[in-house]
């Protein structure tokens, strides 16, 4: 697989990058298979929000040797098991480390894939990844399924946005000024991939959580 160098920023953040069909049709199905292998070890919950308890609209897993969760009690927060089993989460498939190898640019692998599945009707308000320590390492994040409205703002939530349409294939770096920008996703159109047999989104996003030289 190799970088589609075509595909420069469509918009001008520093280290905003939007790789449309950086995985063909015969990759995205393999990473499906390999995903939905995950998912029955590990199976989609219900995040609710801290302290409201009100429940996210899209569901989560996560693999890799972190997964990041919420619930009321314990709030926002990457840990080792999942939270429903207490089992740890399955291993990170090889193909989306070779993702991470070839647009991260940051030496060492990620720690965590957060697996969000939008069935139809799920959003995600505009947020600011932040619960990592090492906010040099990217966020990188691969779409599956559904085209996704998504925008992506500056450093305050209220400040001005940009939106475009991510499709199956698609994959987002958030680096460098772009890395603490608010993002989030308006809202997903159905029937517009034929990838998910059930329809809806899956959005995988990996993530270093600890900062360099603080690694276990
Ligand atoms: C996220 O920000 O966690 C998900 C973004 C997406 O679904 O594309
Ligand atoms: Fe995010």
Redesign the pocket.
């Known amino acids: 697989m190799s970088i589609c160098h075509a595909a420069r920023p469509r918009i001008g953040r520093e280290g905003f990058l939007h790789l449309p069909g950086y995985l063909d049709a015969s990759r995205q199905s393999t990473l499906l298979g390999q995903i939905r292998d995950v998912l029955a070890a590990s199976p989609l919950y219900v995040p609710t929000m801290p302290r409201t308890g009100k429940p996210f609209s899209?569901r989560m897993s996560n693999c890799g040797p972190l997964g990041w969760v919420s619930d009321q009690a314990g709030g926002y927060r990457y840990q080792a098991e999942h939270p429903l089993t207490g089992k740890p989460w399955p291993s990170m498939p090889e193909l989306l480390l070779e993702v991470w190898r070839q647009v991260a640019d940051y030496p060492l692998p990620p720690e965590a894939c957060?697996i969000?599945y939008?069935a139809p009707g799920a959003k995600?308000g505009s947020?600011r990844?932040a619960d990592e320590e090492d906010a040099r390492a990217p966020?990188v994040?691969v779409?599956l399924g559904d085209d996704?409205a998504?925008h992506i703002g500056g450093l305050v939530r209220a400040g001005p946005k940009e939106r475009i349409v991510?499709r199956s294939g698609d994959v987002?770096v958030l680096g460098g000024a772009a890395r603490m920008a608010y993002?989030?996703?308006d809202r997903v159109h159905p029937g517009t991939s034929p990838l998910l047999a059930e329809g809806g989104?899956i959005?995988l996003?990996l993530r270093r959580v600890r900062a360099l030289g603080a690694e276990r």
Do not use: E, K, P
């Open positions: 899209v957060l969000n939008y995600m947020h990844d966020v994040s779409s996704a998504f991510l987002v993002h989030g996703i989104r959005n996003t």
